[in-house]
């Protein structure tokens, strides 16, 4: 079954990065849409339904918790999962972050490893390997 | 992180992020520019942000690619800026002067990346230790005010202070406390084209005040309109607020303040303002770019040439074609799609000759950087005029003035301006002011470097130039201004007593005068003692396409770039003078020297001799003109100057070399070299007896 | 003998936009230090002498197009051609060779011009005629005398191909600036 990724991170190099780790997770077929914006991601998210959505906190203009406050007022997004990707530099926005409805969050820099476990749990998947959750 | 697993970048992954990184470093240089020219301890907030920006991306994309040494850095600089931006740090002397070094450390240790060291044990590690040190001392922590957050007493919906940030409850808490006035203005947008719109609502605002914050609000209607709320602090009556956002359709609601001492909506003027909000600079758009690859670009350039070219000889087949029994409309319709064809040409020539064209404001910003550096280290008080940034030119060119400008900097820095001292003693400002500026003339570009320093001391020139050699001492006295002044570019003069450490290992004025005759240009001094001195650079804008005059010396045709020419004339052989052993010819009552080019070249004459007329073509660079002698003019054509090949070397007085067609190579002369070459040359000396 | 040469030939007075690839495909010939390992020259005449470059060098071979002299450039400086749109010099073997000078008569004369590929770009000599690629053995080739001088750095190895003798060229030499500049 397919699904839809949506990816949020003003640094390109850092979709790619993302947007490779989920394009080699085997047992899915995932369809990843790379956002450089806050703007970008709210003109995508109409356009199908996203079954995750990965995003950063700091970006200009619209910013991660304001894109993650959006996403849980709207009645077509309420329900998708949100992955908060973020450095931890402020602890406070991160807590924000998670107060506000984000499902999980990871403190950059991680592993990919880290990053796909996290996908596919929220993804509803079940974890690949027997190497225990992080 | 050194685990990498499955997800491990692949190695292109590696030209993306150096390509990234240094576009971060760059933006944030940029942004390190502006900070120079505010005074006191406010630093303009939103720069402070975007630098923190830029030091926060930083981090994480080094720790994403395993960057360690780069991202602690980040990391260092990402606290500190944090906490300037928070207000817990004043913008001071030391935390200016560790922005600055900030971008070279960053810049070396880019390129321990690149070649495979990460972690540390270079020198460039060395010297981020060294800068973290300073850092941490820039970091003092201010004493923190324990007083009720102005916040609570805000009307502020708490779910919209939720999603904050705390840089932005921050900067609303500072907009509280300094009494001004909260707005939140609401307007919906197509979804289709909200970037523009909201844009254009942004602008407008920050023209009155500071944008806090940019919120997508609730209840937007499934994938027709959305609706942003934006959070403007202003000092101003809601009367300007208003006026400021005329003909938008656009709802203005005041948050209101719980507390009386807020001030009322409508300030009066006799409030004193604090610092204006930056003037009018709406806000960024997000402008997209594509990065291009040099090496592709040249290849544009090429294959544009060649097309140019192929049209030329088109429209030569049409004109023979004119004289055959053709039909007349076919001949009329090649002539017309000829035509055409070299529209559209000329359209894709301007277009990639512009993609090539890149402001000048790329290395000016670069040397701003430098100079600060310089100055700060030589101990002079020295104010940076820059002008003229965003005149362009060809980005070879650009890059390659940027040592030779850097050059002159150091000169002037070093021996023109004064110490505060001994300006203030010549009843000078203490400050001395170094002006880099740019500006295009026709075909050329002009670029300067002056200060209002000490000037050259002409006789010290002179004694110098005696002891090495450079001139004779009987000689001396006859040279003109000019003439000392040219000793400057000769290779060995230097005038520091000692080898100036600013001023590197030696490396005089003559090198600067070959980077500049490398790019086709030339490099004149202007100087006053006790006033100051003027270096200016004239350049063409570029080297790729240009239209030449082509001409006939001795059965031979040659190419003269258009952009040198002043003009054509004809003289008459009895009118040729001779003045201190050059020939000249006047010309509108001044004097113009003349260069046969059939005898600079030793071209064998060809046809009659002893003709009474001929044509020159008056050339001309910075202050000079002379007069190239031909013997005929062919037309003018557009030609792709083609380097002559590393095998050959550097021909004196020739350019290049470029196809006119039908595989007939001709030679593309460099105007400067061989207006340098006649004007610097020994006069002929008359005979004598 | 001629079929292989046909490869070499960029006839400039074909119709047609494909220009033909030049010709150094995979040399993968030369075996190390080995006394019967084959090598390939080109073959040329200049001035009724025979001489030869081993074939890795050559990038192609061109009818010459007309030479564009060049003003106050070394005497060994023919002057410059365009080939496919870029400008690349043209030498005089004897010139190179210290053996005297070809005037613009012979070099007008000259039926070919073989291009190389040195260090710093493409560089053409102009020759006479071109004849055949030789196979040689390497332990066929004489190492010239010493003692012949500076003036005969060029000169590689002589070789011997139906009875006659060849004068085999290192172009690195040949070409080297500082004999001809």
Not at chain 1, 39 to 44: E, G, K, M, S
Not at chain 2, 357 to 372: E, G, N, T
Not at chain 2, 554 to 566: C, D, K, Q, T
Not at chain 3, 123 to 133: I, M, P, S, T
Request: hydrophobic share 45%; with cysteine; proline share 5%.
């Amino acid at each position: 079954m397919k699904r839809s990724v949506l990816v949020v991170d003003d640094s390109s190099a850092t979709r790619e990065w993302i947007a490779g780790i989920l394009e080699d997770m085997e047992e899915e077929e995932i369809e990843v849409v790379a956002c450089a914006s806050g703007f970008d991601a709210l003109r995508a998210l109409p356009s199908r339904t996203f079954d995750l959505i990965v995003t950063d906190i700091n970006m200009p203009d619209v910013h991660g918790l304001e894109l993650l406050a959006w996403v849980r007022r709207n009645p077509a997004t309420q329900g998708t999962p949100v992955l908060l990707i973020s450095t931890e530099s402020s602890e406070r926005d991160i807590r924000r972050g998670l107060a506000l409805g984000a499902s999980e969050y990871l403190a950059k820099p991680f592993p990919a490893e880290r990053f796909s476990a996290a996908a596919r749990r929220l993804l509803g998947a079940p974890p690949a390997g027997v190497s225990g959750a992080p | 992180m050194t685990d990498k697993g499955k997800g491990k970048p692949k190695s292109k992954s590696l030209d993306g992020f150096l390509a990234e990184a240094q576009e971060i470093i760059e933006a944030f240089s940029r942004e390190l520019l502006k900070i120079g020219r505010t005074t006191g301890g406010e630093a303009d907030p939103d720069t402070v942000n975007a630098l923190f920006r830029s030091a926060h991306s930083l981090k994480g994309l080094a720790g994403m690619f395993g960057a360690s040494r780069l991202g602690a850095l980040g990391h260092a600089l990402e606290d500190l800026l944090d906490e300037l931006r928070m207000g817990r740090v004043p913008m001071n002397g030391a935390v200016e002067g560790a922005l600055l070094d900030a971008v070279d450390v960053f810049a070396a240790l880019l390129s321990d990346v690149q070649a495979g060291q990460t972690a540390g044990g270079t020198e460039a590690a060395g010297l981020a230790d060294a800068l973290e040190d300073k850092i941490r001392s820039a970091r003092m922590p201010a004493a923190l005010v324990a007083a009720a957050d102005p916040l609570d007493a805000l009307s502020l919906d708490p779910s919209v202070r939720g999603v904050l940030t705390e840089y932005e409850e921050h900067r609303l808490r500072e907009n509280v406390k300094t009494g001004k006035a909260i707005y939140r203005a609401r307007a919906a947008f197509d979804m289709a084209s909200f970037d523009k719109g909201l844009s254009d609502l942004s602008g407008r605002l920050k023209q009155v005040g500071e944008i806090i914050s940019t919120l997508p609000a609730p209840g937007v209607a499934a994938g027709e309109r959305i609706t942003f709320d934006v959070l403007l602090g202003t000092a101003r009556p809601r009367s300007q607020v208003d006026e400021a956002l005329a003909g938008l359709e656009v709802q203005v609601a005041e948050l209101e303040r719980a507390a009386a001492p807020a001030l009322p909506a409508e300030a009066p003027k006799s409030v004193p303002a604090p610092a204006p909000r930056p003037e009018g600079a709406p806000s960024a758009p997000l402008v997209q770019t594509v990065r291009v690859d040099i090496g592709k670009l040249d290849r544009l350039m090429n294959i544009v040439g060649e097309l140019v070219i192929a049209k030329s000889n088109l429209l030569s087949v049409a004109e023979a074609l004119k004289g055959e029994r053709i039909p007349t409309e076919v001949s009329a319709q090649l002539f017309r799609e000829g035509r055409n064809l070299e529209r559209r040409l000329e359209e894709l020539q301007a277009g990639v000759l512009d993609v090539r064209m890149v402001p000048l404001s790329q290395v000016f910003d670069k040397l701003a950087r430098m100079l600060r550096k310089v100055a700060r280290d030589a101990q002079k008080d020295i104010e940076l005029e820059v002008r003229g940034g965003d005149v362009e030119l060809d980005k070879l060119i650009v890059e390659e003035l940027s040592d030779p400008l850097m050059h002159l900097i150091r000169n002037a820095i070093d021996h023109g301006i004064e110490s505060p001292e001994t300006r203030e003693r010549a009843g000078k400002p203490r400050r001395g002011k170094l002006a880099l500026g740019a500006t295009q003339k026709g075909n050329h570009v002009v670029v300067e470097v002056s200060d209002d320093g000490k000037g050259i001391d002409r006789r010290r020139v002179l004694e110098v130039a005696v002891e090495r050699g450079l001139v004779a001492a009987s000689d001396a006295a006859a040279l003109s201004e000019r003439d000392v002044l040219a000793l400057l570019f000769q290779p060995g003069f230097s005038t520091a007593r000692e080898v100036s450490e600013l001023s590197g290992r030696g490396v005089g004025l003559d090198v600067v005068k070959t980077n500049i005759a490398n790019l086709s240009g030339v490099i004149d001094v202007l100087t006053e003692e006790g006033r100051g001195t003027q270096m200016v650079i004239t350049l063409p804008i570029t080297l790729a396409i240009l239209q030449a005059l082509i001409v006939d010396v001795s059965g031979r045709a040659y190419a003269i770039p258009l952009n040198s020419v002043l003009e054509i004339t004809a003289f008459r052989e009895a009118d040729v003078r001779t003045l201190q052993g050059r020939e000249v010819i006047d010309l509108r009552h001044a004097t113009l020297p003349l260069v046969r080019l059939g005898r600079l070249f030793r071209l064998e004459p060809e046809g009659p001799a002893g003709a009474a007329q001929g044509f020159a073509v008056v050339v001309g660079l910075g202050r000079e003109r002379i007069g190239l002698v031909v013997d005929g003019l062919l037309g003018q054509r557009d030609v792709v100057i083609k380097p002559l090949g590393r095998v050959l070397g550097a021909v004196r007085g020739i350019a290049g070399a470029t196809d006119l067609g039908q595989r007939k190579t001709v030679l593309v002369l460099d105007v400067g070299a061989i207006l340098t070459e006649t004007l610097e040359a020994e006069p002929r000396h008359r005979q004598t007896g | 003998m001629a079929r292989g040469l046909d490869d070499f030939f960029y006839d400039p007075d074909e119709e047609g936009i494909d220009l033909p690839v030049p010709v150094h495909e995979d040399r993968a010939l030369v075996a190390p230090a080995d006394v019967d390992a084959i090598e390939q020259f080109l073959c040329f005449r200049v001035a009724g002498e025979r001489y030869a470059v081993d074939i890795g060098a050559v990038h192609e071979i061109v009818r010459p197009p007309p030479i564009t002299e060049v003003p106050r450039s070394p005497r060994a400086v023919l002057g410059v051609i365009s080939l496919r749109g870029e400008a690349l010099p043209v030498f005089d073997v004897l010139s190179l060779l210290g053996l005297g000078a070809s005037g613009m008569e012979r070099a007008a004369a000259a039926r070919r011009i073989i291009v190389l590929d040195t260090a710093d770009g493409l560089a053409g000599l102009v020759v006479d005629e071109v004849e055949q690629v030789v196979r040689l053995p390497r332990g066929e080739i004489e190492v010239p005398p010493a003692g012949l001088g500076a003036r005969s750095a060029p000169l590689k190895g002589i070789g011997r191909t139906e009875g006659r003798l060849l004068a085999i060229l290192d172009p690195v030499e040949l070409l080297n600036g500082e004999r001809w500049k």
